[in-house]
């Protein structure tokens, strides 16, 4: 194999190379001038240039496309993120239209109570919030996802606000409702309203001849005939006012049921409570007996209103 080795000569037209072989013989001569060498070198380092700037360039580019790879995967990412956002938003939206119709459940729910209970209804105007009555308006909550929801949150604010106010407003209804069942109740515990003894009624409320004087007199109670100790029950709740004897009445006890209404228990054989004792209705009180001005063991019962006797038949149910 040969070896190359090369000779350069320097003249002022151009270089000169000649070519050895292994022997040391010249082989080969050729001659170049100056100015395409300078070209050569030029050519070889802007072609060199030219390629690092290409795989610069080339390799940028590649940077950039897994940028942009990466911000593309981050938009579909963020959509998604919205998608699920929105799809929220209109979850929220139909549980506020839910919680709207129970609201307006609860209302129609009070009025019933009130209707019922015999109470007076409550003042519209008591609402100024617009729930209560007939269902209100309901959010839209079946918007496209690629539409803005800016409206419908801002309704959704709104819509929180009114059911806040009106779940107050609704609450103090919902306590003056009890507080007007509470006295209802009481009212009728306190109402006299059963039989305050067994037995047969010998004498009714109103005109009547006497038995003692066969003159007309008018009778403020009901008579009830039984044999003596014949249990005698208070005919609604309420507190003994008076325990003691009364002339023509012998025995007697009074209870003052509240709102105006007392009844008196009369020719009694046993008295078993004390004033100021609490009774419920029901709560054995006497025995009865043939005390006072009677004709034989029974009952006088009477129910006095404001001051007023009234007719006992009239309260009693059983």
Partial sequence: MEEIRRRKATSRKGLSFVVFNSAGKQVKKFNTSLIFFILLIISVASGGALLGFYIYDYHNMRTSMVTISQMAQK??????????????????????N????????????????????????????ANPSGIGGATPDSLDS???????????IREMHQEIDDLESASTIQLNKFDLLKEELEEQRNMLA????????VGWMTSRFGKRTSPFTGRNEFHKGVDIANRKGTAIV????GV???VGKKTGMGNVVVIDHGHGIITRYAHLSVILKQRGEKVKRGDIIAQMGST????GPHLHY????????VNPQKYILN
């Fill in 75 to 96: 938009i579909i990412d963020q959509r998604s993120k919205i998608t699920q956002q929105r799809l929220q938003i209109q979850t929220f939206a139909n549980q506020i």
């Fill in 98 to 125: 839910s919680l709207k119709e129970k609201l307006v459940k609860l209302d129609q729910f009070e009025e019933q109570i009130r209707l019922i209970a015999n109470l007076e209804p409550e003042d519209d105007e």
């Fill in 142 to 152: 079946q918007l496209e996802l690629n539409e803005g929801h800016e409206t419908l």
């Fill in 190 to 197: 306190a109402t006299p309203a059963i039989r305050p003894t």
């Fill in 234 to 237: 208070a005919t609604a709740d």
């Fill in 240 to 242: 003994i006012s008076f």
């Fill in 292 to 295: 006072g001005r009677s004709t």
């Fill in 302 to 309: 009477e129910v006095h209103l404001n001051g007023v006797p």
